[in-house]
């Protein structure tokens, strides 16, 4: 990771690195939950649990009163056709056919629980739409797996 004054502490994950164990389109699906939270004056990464590494608290000023968080994918192709995002397919409402966030979940800065963002705050956006789509649902029709994001696409030529 080409980040000053991110910390690595566990060499088993590398932030931006590839991800080895991956999902299967219509087959198995793999999950990588990933948490970021305040704690001794560092903002943690942790990756299935475990401490990734950290970026000491003082890099990042205004975390404390921020008013837009952001997910999502990107790809990257220089002389190129754009490369697949996730799955290579399109969000089409299914969990099983993308490359997808779900249960998202922010806290305010009180002790009040983790909640996430709702319909109406969410702004989707792709840059290029023949290539790539995004699709949000604030109740999904999987039950446990709401505030999920869908992401993805197969790339191309046409992409701008």
């Known amino acids: ?19 080895s164990n991956v999902s299967v389109y219509g087959g198995p699906m793999s999950d990588l ?5 305040q704690g001794n004056n560092k ?7 475990k401490a990734v590494g950290y970026f000491p608290v003082a890099l990042f000023t205004n975390l404390y009163v921020a008013d837009q968080v952001s997910w999502g994918g990107a790809t990257i192709a220089i ?3 754009s490369p697949p995002m996730g799955s290579g397919y399109f969000p089409d409402g ?18 009040s629980p983790n909640f996430g ?10 840059d290029s739409p023949k290539c ?3 699709e949000y649902y604030e109740k999904t029709k999987y039950g446990s797996d ?10 191309g030529n046409e992409c701008t």
């Open 33 to 37: 939950p990933i948490t970021i939270f």
């Open 146 to 155: 709401d505030y999920t994001l869908l992401f993805g696409g197969p790339g």
């Open 43 to 49: 903002w943690w990464v942790m990756i299935h649990n």
């Open 117 to 126: 963002p709702d319909k109406l705050s969410i702004q989707e956006f792709t």
């Open 79 to 81: 002389d190129a056709p």
């Open 1 to 19: 990771m080409q980040c000053q004054g991110f910390v690595q502490v566990d060499s088993q994950f590398h932030i931006g690195g590839a991800v």
């Open 94 to 111: 299914n969990l099983y056919h993308s490359c997808y966030f779900k249960n998202i979940a922010f806290k305010n800065g009180t002790t």
């Open 132 to 134: 790539y789509g995004v």
